[in-house]
């Protein structure tokens, strides 16, 4: 018997992911009616999906979660990273069931459906996650029609003819546009059960009084960092993207903060690089996180490079090169610092346990550091808070 048309629809199907290569997943469609494309990657994660889906770093990508039972805890308004999501779609295994939590303000279905985001339902989640890690991460397009209707070729061409994230610039597209000081209008604390995110300082203390100044450059940043450098006892200014080093400098800060963000560091670096490296020339503490990381590596003559499949879960050990500890980790990025490219004057403070690639840097003349994970989002739960920390203890000592 014929193999049957790869394009024939299904009975029941409303939802398909079309990949570049050709391949078709059909399943059933939830959240906003539409087609997106980008790149498509996998989240080992069994919890945090609402800080997934907000977080800039994953802007041009749509996400496979591993963990089947995505959307059982529905959707509030204090689980989010940034004000509105920025991953283009979700793809899961089992169908978004109503909401068992005592925090859910609202279904997984209308939160997707009012932040215009596409999900995927019904996938066999584990054979496209093989088929990542045996042939990387794939451009493609998530498309929804509850109709049932669908374009393949025109979804096809859409997906062979998206450029890729490698050499894309996207910090510009997800950046604040404007310079604002964290605090209590951002809900500036972190969150505790029936408490919220803290409206108040700290110990009573304001948001100012005494603390140093973090200038933060606002690549895609997540908005728990913000948070965790206040707990850590810091002053917060955000910046975007494109600020020069003399608006930097205008604000008289204390230590500058390198945010996470998406697409590539090369192109980000284009304009980010230069500013950096007047920045280290001052002498003033320096923190950067993910693509943050990666944009301090290039600064200082590093390489980086795109990843085969990338890292993204919340369990990834993390090995620290000076005392043998190992960390866990939450981890979102496609590319790497090339740890063969550091130069003299850099040393490698912590890497993967799962590949060896490398997940930390510091200046050995100067007070600049960065990792390539994610400390704010307490996967450990608090392995890595001491980086806060030794942050805003540095400037102190500055």
Not at 103 to 131: C, F, N, P, Q, Y
Not at 158 to 176: F, Q
Not at 188 to 196: A, K, Y
Not at 249 to 264: E, H, R, T, V
């Amino acid at each position: 018997m014929a193999d049957a048309n790869p394009y024939d629809v299904p009975a029941g199907a409303t939802g398909v992911l079309v990949l570049a290569s050709g391949e078709v997943v059909w399943g059933r469609g939830f959240g906003a009616e539409g087609e997106a494309v980008g790149e498509v990657c996998f989240h080992t994660a069994m919890t945090g999906y609402q800080e997934i889906m907000t977080d800039p770093s994953f802007a041009g990508q749509m996400i496979a979660f591993t963990f089947p039972h995505i959307g059982n805890v529905g959707a509030n308004p204090d689980d989010v990273e940034a004000d509105d999501p920025h991953a283009l779609g979700m793809i899961v295994r089992e169908d978004v069931t109503e909401p068992s939590n005592f925090r859910a303000a609202e279904h997984l279905d209308s939160w997707m459906k009012k932040h215009a985001r596409i999900g995927l339902s019904g996938v066999d989640t584990r054979a496209l996650t093989r088929r990542i890690r045996v042939g990387g991460a794939p451009n493609g397009v998530i498309a929804h029609s509850a109709s049932g209707e669908f374009d393949i070729p025109l979804l096809l061409d859409m997906a062979r003819n998206w450029p890729g994230l490698e050499g894309m610039d996207l910090a510009k597209a997800v950046t604040t546009q404007t310079h604002f000081g964290w605090g209590a209008a951002n809900a500036g604390g972190v969150w505790r059960l029936s408490f919220g995110y803290a409206a108040d300082a700290p110990e009573g203390h304001t948001w100012t009084e005494g603390r140093p100044h973090v200038v933060a450059i606002d690549y895609g940043s997540k908005h728990n960092i913000f948070r965790n450098l206040v707990k850590a006892g810091a002053k917060v200014s955000v910046v975007p993207a494109t600020v020069t080093f003399d608006e930097i400098m205008a604000l008289a800060p204390d230590g500058i903060f390198l945010s996470n963000g998406p697409g590539d560091p090369a192109a980000t670096g284009e304009y980010a690089v230069p500013v950096i490296r007047k920045l280290l020339e001052t002498g003033k503490p320096l923190f950067g996180i993910c693509l943050g990381h990666q944009l301090l590596g290039l600064a200082v003559g590093a390489q980086t490079t795109k990843m085969f499949q990338g890292h993204r879960g919340a369990n990834h050990p993390v090995k620290r090169l000076s005392d043998g500890a190992v960390e866990i980790t939450s981890m979102n990025h496609g590319f790497s610092v090339e740890r063969d490219s550091l130069p003299e004057g850099v040393r490698e403070t912590h890497v993967s346990l799962f590949d060896g690639s490398n997940c930390g840097i510091e200046l050995i003349d100067r007070p600049a550091f960065s990792v390539q994970y994610h400390p704010e989002a307490s996967p450990g739960p608090q392995d890595s808070f001491y980086l806060f920390e030794r942050f805003v203890g540095m400037m102190g000592e500055n």
